[in-house]
Structures are given as C-alpha cells and as structure tokens.
C-alpha cells in the first residue's frame, strides 16, 4: 500500500475497501516513526488514539453506518491550534505543557468529518518566522534534502504532508507562513480570504491579517479540506456569513479566456535566476491552457515589508502580553514574588525572535512613535489594497514565484533578521489586504530542490483560484520526496 497519495485517492482505496483506515493509520505512523529523526515534522504525536479513532471508523464503514466525508484521513495539525487534551506548544517554552480545555473550530470540524489528528506539527515559535528554525523544540528539516530548511512558520505542516507522515495539514498563514512551507517542500498551500475561515482556537499572532490554511499533497485536497472548514463560525465575529460554497465541484474548469497578470515587483531583483525562469515557464503553461497573460505593477510592495512587520509586531506584542506564566505556563516557584522582577523573569523565557518582536511591536505602538510607524503602515495597507482592486478590475488572478528564492541551508541565515524578513515579500501582499492566494509546486531545481508558484485572485474568488491552480498542476509532473 502506497502512502504517498492524495487525500481523493485516500477516500477512494476506503470507500472501495481496497484498504482499512487501521492499515492506513498504521502505515503513517510507522512512517513517522521511520522518519522522524530526520525530518522532525511533529512536536507531539498521537499514535495511540489515532489507532483507536482509526477502528471506530472502520466499525461505522462496516456497518455501513453514516461517516464522515474524510473518513479516518490522517492529518496533522499546526501546534498553534488547539486541540482539546492534546498539547499545544506554540512550539514556546511558556506553553510547554499547555492542554487546550477545548478543539478550535477547525480542528472539530475535522474531527466531525471522521479526520484523524495524527500529532502536531512544528512551527517557528508563536508562528513568528519563515524557515522553523525558531521552535523551541529545535528546527524541522526540508525532506528534500535535510540539511536546508523547509520553510515557515508551518514548516512541521509542509514537512508532514511532503515526507507522508499525514495525507493533509492545517496551518495558519499570517505573512505566509502556509505558502512559505509548502515552496519550500513541493507540497501545495492555501491562504483563503480574510474570514473563510474560522479562527476560533488559533493562537492569536497577529488577528487583523491571519488565516489558518490547508497543506496538501493535491489541490483538489485542498478544495476538499476547504467544504470541511470553511464558514461562519458564531465564535468568531470575523467569518463571514457566506457559506456553502463547493469548492470541489468543477476544479478542472480550466482557465481559458482568463486574464492572469505577473506582478513586476515581485518578479524583479533579488529573485533567484532559476525561481524566475521557473516562474515565466508557469505563465507560458497557463497561456497553453487558453489564459491571456499580462505584466501587472503593483508599486505598494515595495513598501509591503516594512508596513507588514510595523503591523504584524504590533498585533504580537499586544496578543502576547497574555503570557504571564500566571493563567498560562509551567511551573515556575512564586519564592521572593515581587512584580516586576517576576514578569521580567517569566518573560525571558520567549526565545530572539518571539523577543524581538513584542519589542518592535511596543515600540512602533508608543506615544511618540504611533503615527510615524503604525499609522504610516496602515496607509501602506491602504495602498496596497487600493491597488489590488485596480489591478482586479484587469485580470482575473495574479501570478508570482511564492519565495523569491529556493530553500537555504538551516542556520544559514538565523543570525540576520533583516534578510529572513525579506524573504516574505511575495506572500505579505494577500495577509496585508485579505485576498486568497496558493502555492503549487511547480519545478524542483537542478539542486534538486523544489519551487513552488503562487496564484492570486479577488477576495471570496477562491473557487476559480483553485480552478487556475488545478489547472497549473495538471501541467507538471512532480517527483515523490526522496527518501
Ligand atoms: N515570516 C512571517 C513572520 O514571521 C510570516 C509568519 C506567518 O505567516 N505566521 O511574521
């Protein structure tokens, strides 16, 4: 039985009886156990349950009882969503030991389509970072080739999916943190628009711009995780009330007579030769397929960086004041409690990068500082979207490499903060003004390593995204991880 299938042919081999979800459970988690030490996708993995919830779904298939649509898939969850008696770490030494009293409402409607939480997925602390190199349980490893990073902040989601320790995953995409993994491990990723999706049970970064996102092996994966978790949710004011969309139905319409625009800016220096070759080879592919492909300026993202960490710092440092090790956190001893001294011991227990943020975030939020930073980065987000719509109102979707350069070897750039930041540059654009976007895998380089293209559509346009992006896969034909 092979493991490196999607999850439609996953629910094809069980609805036939082809294969049992016991076989199929026990099969990825001797997987996990065969390359864990390798890649370090998981920080907490569930093996036990996942066996039992994998024979009840059996038992119900048996009996022909009603199961759900995913019918036992194993999948993995990012470990800043919550997960009821399930640690979530937040991969952060101040939620260690952390158990959520309840699921996120993604993870329940998972769980109520018969998915099995298999473990949960390593990220860059409290999802702050873009190569997973900043969890406090040490780095998850590109399975492509295991001494380059995989990406981040999901990295552990993309690693699960690429190296088939899970059929699908759950992230969150902040400033690209679902698209970044899945570049980077050839798997497919998917932020949806601003309020598709709940965020009930995800730990808040920074809420004004964040969604949790799939990762998957297929985009029809992907549209099919989406009928599970998108929605209105009554926890979360910010989901929309739109719902009942099928984003499966019609995936191969194609995307003949559509207008696809390649966006300068993020095509343009500091993009890698062979990123940027691969990129003009995905719009020859779409032109193939019928599209009419344009260049699109999209001025603002140059600015996007600076407006994207003044805004995403800010949100961090005010969602973090939380963590006083006094309604959250491990033991600590109260010995010579005294204010100040207690909190400023607490909170050095948050690693550089979550640090440097809440320092950042502060400083661009003070008094004297508010409308030079914050407020100058809320006009840029203005901007941005402003010119998002003019460039909607020409094309139908939007094109660009998703990292504007291939997968790097871990430790390589650690040390400067500045060059990490820049690597967001392609994907801030969709969290800053809340449109959809996707990464699919498109080439592996000749250093053998993979490039992913990203595809960009209209806010709520998810359906024909996942269309263009369907359509784009169909024209490549992808090598399984290596190992
Ligand atoms: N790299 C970005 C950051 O560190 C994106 C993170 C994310 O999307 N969660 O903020």
């Excluded at 909190?343 to 008094?367: C, D, H, I, Q, Y």
Aim: net charge neutral; aromatic share 8%; glycine share 8%.
């Amino acid at each position: 039985m092979k493991l490196g299938i999607s999850a439609t042919e996953y629910l094809s081999l069980v609805r036939n009886g082809e294969i049992s979800v016991e076989e199929f459970v026990a099969k990825t988690i001797d997987r996990i156990q065969a390359v864990e030490n390798k890649v370090h996708a998981y920080i907490t993995i569930d093996a036990e349950n996942a066996l039992d919830k994998a024979r009840l779904v059996d038992k119900k298939n048996r009996a022909k009882e009603k199961t759900g649509i995913l019918l036992g898939m194993p999948v993995s969850i990012k470990d800043n969503i919550c997960t009821a008696g399930l640690r979530t770490t937040c991969a952060s030494k101040v939620l260690e030991d952390f158990v959520a009293p309840y699921d996120a409402t993604v993870v329940s409607r998972l769980k109520q389509q018969d998915a099995i939480i298999i473990g949960k997925a390593n990220l860059d602390e409290f999802a702050m970072g873009s190569t997973t190199e900043f969890s406090h349980f040490g780095p998850s490893k590109n399975p492509w080739n295991t001494e380059y990073v995989p990406g981040g902040s999901s990295g552990g989601s993309g690693v699960s999916v690429s190296s088939l320790e899970c059929v699908i995953s759950l992230g969150s995409d902040t400033g690209g943190s679902v698209r970044s993994p899945a570049s980077f491990c050839s798997v497919v990723g998917f932020k949806p628009t601003y309020g598709l999706v709940s965020r009930y049970g995800l730990v808040s970064y920074a809420n004004s711009i964040e969604q949790v996102g799939p990762i998957a092996r297929k985009v029809e994966d992907i549209a099919l995780v989406m009928n599970v978790i998108a929605g209105h949710d009554p926890h979360d004011d910010t989901t929309v009330k739109k719902t009942g969309e099928d984003y499966v139905a019609g995936i191969d319409a194609g995307v003949k007579g559509k207008k696809i625009g390649l966006v300068q800016q993020m095509t343009g220096d500091g993009v890698d030769k062979e990123v940027s070759t691969a990129t003009n080879k995905a719009m020859s592919k779409l032109q193939d397929l019928g599209a009419e492909c344009i260049p699109i300026s999209l001025d603002a993202v140059e600015h996007s960086v600076a407006a994207y960490y003044t805004i995403a710092s800010a949100e961090a440092s005010s969602n973090l004041a939380r963590y006083d090790n006094i309604r959250y956190g491990f033991d600590f001893g109260t010995e010579g409690y005294e204010f100040k001294a207690y909190v400023s011991k607490v909170r050095s227990n948050f690693g550089p990068e979550v640090t440097r943020r809440m320092l950042l975030g502060a400083f661009v939020l003070s008094a004297g500082y508010y409308g030079k930073y914050y407020l100058k980065a809320q006009k840029v987000r203005a901007m941005m979207k402003s010119q998002v719509d003019e460039a909607f109102k020409k094309v139908d979707f939007l094109v660009a490499p998703t990292m504007p350069i291939m997968p790097f070897k871990i430790g390589e750039k650690i040390d400067d903060p500045l060059k990490l930041y820049l690597l967001d540059i392609n994907t801030i654009t969709a969290n800053l003004t809340g449109i959809p976007a996707i990464s699919v895998p498109f080439e592996i380089s000749s250093t053998g390593l993979p490039i992913g293209i990203q595809l960009l559509a209209n806010s709520f346009q998810e359906k024909s995204l996942l269309q263009a992006a369907y359509a784009l896969q169909q024209t490549v034909n992808l090598p399984e991880v290596p190992f």
